[in-house]
């Protein structure tokens, strides 16, 4: 049962990304991203992981995907064009992707005492999740609370800046 | 019970929640008619059958009979999405709701629910954030301004008041200790009214976030930015007609449902009795089910009625009111909340 849904929604996932390169206009790009993050969400809950699965799908596909369509729409953005920059990028773009990911892979897999990943019934409820998170990586976990915090300031201080300009540095 | 079993037991109900929701889909248009025709003193639809009542079926009826047009300029393949993905978003939420005590008969897993599931409310906002697209779609793929308008306003609007209901539901689900939304019932039901999230648990204020919050995500009046009439026609639904116009409609009123069994199960006490052990349970697994569904239909029926209130009583808001009002005051009221719940619970 594990087995046919991993094999259905990473099926999905992987038509969603090839349909994402493959389309030429930005909305159906968009969605296609959408379909791989929602296929992904089951592909956690399938390992395990109940609460990354949910936040998967409200924060990516939800939150932020939304923003992404909403740029698109805004921008009106129309088909792509093909240009030298774009075909140079088609040319190299793929064999790197390609090298660089085999780089990945390789370099986990012969890393000794990583653990295992298996489909299984067993689920990590949110509240082990928490008591891992508020104690062993509390140190990880608030600087990057303060990384995000501080990405949030800065997008105000730049959205502030444009505004003062506009007025006449009021 | 073998995977066969526990498959036809889902399917059935599935298919019977999916009947029974779309009859309150089209039965709360019908109250909404009759409520608002009564507000502006005059009697809302009467003709039909006796009082009206059979005025939804015909409305469905003529839904499904009409020329279906699709216009020259749209951008058909997410045109064509847009209303399966908005109605779709609005029906599978209801799936993790349980309107009742758990009881199961003869072997089967527990009825008055289609899925128990650990995270049930994260599962309840994760698909109300999945249908903005719904939404956002149908305005882009009409083509048209008012609705590009529209699917903007509305998707703007969605995404702030997320935020604001997200937080609100902090301080219950600190509370209960868990996601799972029959734990939360289960938690406060103890002493009946009095340990009710809304009273015993100190969330009133919470409640009254979610509430202006979850107006404002089913795109309801005073809220109802995204199809204002005298503005856009009709919003981001402007070029649709017939059945698939309808189920946006239906997308509406679904969403509406939900909001109130998730106000219902969160802060007054889901399918339980407000007068606690006052009255001693019967011993009948049958009268104790349906005084359950009983209890449970009766104040999600209460929020349907309070919908429609508000849509008879308050003026519509100005889009710039609606934002700072979502930004600057439901949401630090919400991490107020959040941090004055956290307090009491530690300092317990």
């Not at chain 1, 094999?7 to 390169?21: D, P, R």
């Not at chain 2, 008041?161 to 289960?186: F, H, P, T």
């Not at chain 2, 404002?216 to 981001?236: I, K, V």
């Not at chain 2, 999600?300 to 429609?308: C, E, K």
Request: aromatic fraction near 12%; glycine fraction near 8%; proline fraction near 4%.
């Amino acid at each position: 049962m594990h087995l046919i849904l991993f094999i259905v929604f990473a099926g999905f996932c992987l038509a969603g990304a090839i349909n994402l390169l493959l389309q030429s206009h930005p909305i159906n790009s968009a969605l296609s991203l959408i379909v791989v993050m929602v296929s992904l969400a089951v592909l956690y809950l399938l390992l395990g992981a109940e609460f990354l699965a949910a936040a998967q799908v409200i924060v990516y596909a939800g939150a932020i995907m939304v923003l992404f369509t909403f740029v698109i729409m805004l921008l009106n953005a129309s088909r792509e064009e093909r240009t030298l920059g774009s075909r140079a990028a088609l040319r190299v773009g793929f064999p790197a992707v390609v090298a660089i990911l085999a780089i990945i892979a390789t370099v986990i897999l012969h890393t000794q005492g990583l653990g295992v990943a298996r489909l299984s019934d067993g689920i990590t409820s949110t509240e082990e999740l928490s008591a891992v998170l508020f104690t062993k990586l509390l140190l990880p976990f608030e600087v990057t609370s303060v990384l995000i915090l501080i990405a949030i300031l800065g997008a105000v201080a730049l959205a502030g800046h444009d505004e003062r300009e506009r007025t006449g540095g009021k | 019970m073998t995977i066969l079993q526990f498959i036809l037991w889902s399917v059935l109900k599935v298919a019977v929640v999916t009947v029974v929701m779309l009859l309150a889909v089209a039965y709360t248009v019908l109250l909404e008619r009759k409520l608002v025709g009564r507000i502006q003193n005059r009697w809302g639809p009467s003709r039909v059958g006796p009082f009206g009542l059979l005025q939804p079926l015909v409305d469905g009826a003529k839904s499904f009979l009409k020329e279906d047009i699709i216009p020259t300029g749209v951008y058909r393949p997410l045109y064509l999405i847009a209303p399966i993905l908005a109605l779709g978003c609005a029906l599978i939420s209801i799936g993790v709701v349980p309107f009742g005590v758990p009881v199961s008969i003869a072997g089967s897993p527990p009825l008055f629910q289609i899925a128990n599931v650990n995270i049930g409310l994260l599962v309840i906002l994760a698909v109300t954030s999945i249908g903005v697209y719904g939404i956002a779609l149908a305005g882009w793929s009409s083509n048209s301004k008012y609705s590009l308008l529209g699917a903007l306003r509305s998707s703007a609007q969605l995404v702030s008041y997320e935020l604001a209901l997200g937080l609100s539901l902090v301080g219950v689900v600190l509370r209960a200790g868990s996601l799972n939304l029959r734990v939360i019932v289960e938690q406060q039901a103890t002493q009946g009214m009095l340990t009710w999230n809304i009273f015993g648990g100190g969330q009133i204020f919470a409640f009254f976030i979610y509430l202006m919050a979850a107006y404002a995500e089913t795109n309801r009046s005073p809220f109802d930015l995204p199809e204002a009439e005298s503005e856009l026609t009709g919003g981001y639904h402007t070029e649709y007609s017939s059945m698939k116009f309808a189920m946006f409609f239906m997308a509406e009123y679904a969403n509406m449902i939900t909001v109130g069994c998730v106000a219902t199960l969160l802060f007054f006490g889901g399918w339980t009795s407000p007068f606690g052990d006052l009255i001693p349970p019967f011993e009948n697994v049958f009268f104790d089910a349906g005084l359950s569904l009983f209890w449970f239909v009766l104040k999600v029926f209460a929020f349907l009625f309070l919908y429609v209130w508000v849509r008879g009583t308050l003026p519509r808001f100005r889009y710039d009111q609606l934002m700072n009002f979502g930004w600057r005051w439901l949401m630090p009221l919400a991490i107020l909340n959040i941090v004055a719940t956290s307090l009491w619970l530690a300092y317990r």
